[in-house]
C-alpha cells in the first residue's frame, strides 16, 4: 500500500441530524488538505483520513456507513483491513450522528481525539491535546449556529489553543446536505478549499462569507418589494453599469454577470444581499 504524507493535521467531522447536515473541517501543515482528507454523504455519514492518511478510507467508509454500520464499526473495519494503521488517523461521524475516531500507535505526538454528540475531533503532530480540546468544546457550544460556520470556529479555536506544531499550509470545509447545493441539484452545500496560504483558516473564513453571499438563502418574508421608488432606483444603478435593456433584462443580465442569479427570482421583489451588492458596485 503506497504511503501518503498528509501528517500534521488537526479534524473535526461532524452533523447536525435536524438540518441533515454532514461535514468535515481540517487544517493541515500540507498542501491542498481538501484534496485528501474529508469525504462526507447525506444521510450516510462524514470521514477524515489523514496522519499518513490512507484515501481509501473515504470511499471504503462511505460505503460501509451506507450499508447502515455505526461509526465505531466503520473505523474498526478500515482499520483491521490496513497493514499501515498503526500511522493512520481517521474520524467518523454516521447517519444517528454517533461519532468515533482512531489514532494510530506510532502517529507523532501530540496525536488523539475526541468523540461527543455529533462529531469526532481528532489531530497528531499538536502542540498539546488543547488543540483538540478547543475542536470538542467548540463545536459543543455553537449549537446555534450553522453546522458550516460552527466548524469554521472550531478550526479558529483549534488553532488559536495551539494548532500544527509545524504551522499552518491549508485548510478545507465540506458540508453536504440532500438536494440543497448548486440549483437544488447537488448534495454538496459547501466545498471549500485553501490549498496554500499563510493564515488558511483566515482565508477560509472569507471564502465562506463570499459564498455565502452568492449562494445563500434569505427567507422569503425578508425580501423587498420593488415599488415604483426601488425600481428607478435599480434602472439607474443598473444603467450607470452599462446595462440599459428593460429592467427585466438588465438586472438579469447584471446578476449573471456576478454569479447571484440563484438569488434572482424576477424584479418584483429583490433579495437584500443582492440589492446590497448593485449598490456597493454602483456607488
Not at 41 to 62: C, F, M
Not at 203 to 225: I, M
Request: glycine share 10%; aromatic share 6%; charged share 25%.
Amino acid at each position: 500500500m503506497a504511503r501518503s504524507d498528509v501528517v500534521a493535521t488537526y479534524s473535526i467531522v461532524a452533523c447536525d441530524l435536524d438540518a441533515g447536515q454532514w461535514g468535515v473541517a481540517v487544517q493541515s501543515k500540507f498542501l491542498a488538505v481538501g484534496s485528501v482528507v474529508p469525504w462526507g454523504e447525506p444521510h450516510v455519514g462524514a470521514i477524515a483520513t489523514q496522519s499518513y492518511a490512507n484515501p481509501r478510507y473515504g470511499p471504503d467508509g462511505l460505503a460501509l456507513l451506507r450499508e447502515g454500520h455505526s461509526a465505531e464499526e466503520v473505523v474498526e473495519a478500515l482499520t483491521a483491513a490496513d497493514d499501515g494503521r498503526a500511522e493512520r488517523q481517521v474520524g467518523v461521524v454516521d447517519r444517528q450522528g454517533r461519532g468515533a475516531t482512531f489514532t494510530g500507535d506510532e502517529c507523532h505526538d501530540w496525536a488523539g481525539g475526541r468523540t461527543g454528540n455529533g462529531y469526532a475531533a481528532q489531530g497528531n503532530i499538536l502542540v498539546s491535546e488543547e488543540t483538540v480540546d478547543a475542536l470538542a468544546v467548540t463545536f459543543e457550544q455553537n449549537g446555534h449556529l450553522s453546522l458550516a460556520e460552527r466548524l469554521i470556529e472550531c478550526l479558529a479555536s483549534a488553532q488559536a489553543a495551539g494548532g500544527d506544531r509545524r504551522g499552518q499550509q491549508s485548510a478545507s470545509l465540506l458540508v453536504v446536505e440532500k438536494d440543497a447545493g448548486y440549483a437544488n441539484l447537488s448534495d454538496t452545500v459547501v466545498d471549500l478549499r485553501v490549498d496554500d496560504h499563510e493564515h488558511p483558516i483566515a482565508e477560509l473564513r472569507r471564502l465562506f462569507v463570499l459564498h455565502n453571499e452568492l449562494f445563500g438563502v434569505t427567507p422569503a418574508e425578508d425580501w423587498l418589494t420593488v415599488d415604483e421608488g426601488l425600481a428607478a432606483e435599480l434602472r439607474d444603478r443598473l444603467d450607470r453599469l452599462g446595462y440599459q435593456a428593460e429592467l427585466d433584462e438588465a438586472f438579469t443580465g447584471w446578476a449573471g454577470t456576478e454569479n447571484l442569479e440563484e438569488r434572482v427570482d424576477g424584479v418584483e421583489r429583490i433579495d437584500p444581499v443582492v440589492l446590497a451588492a448593485l449598490r456597493n458596485q454602483s456607488a
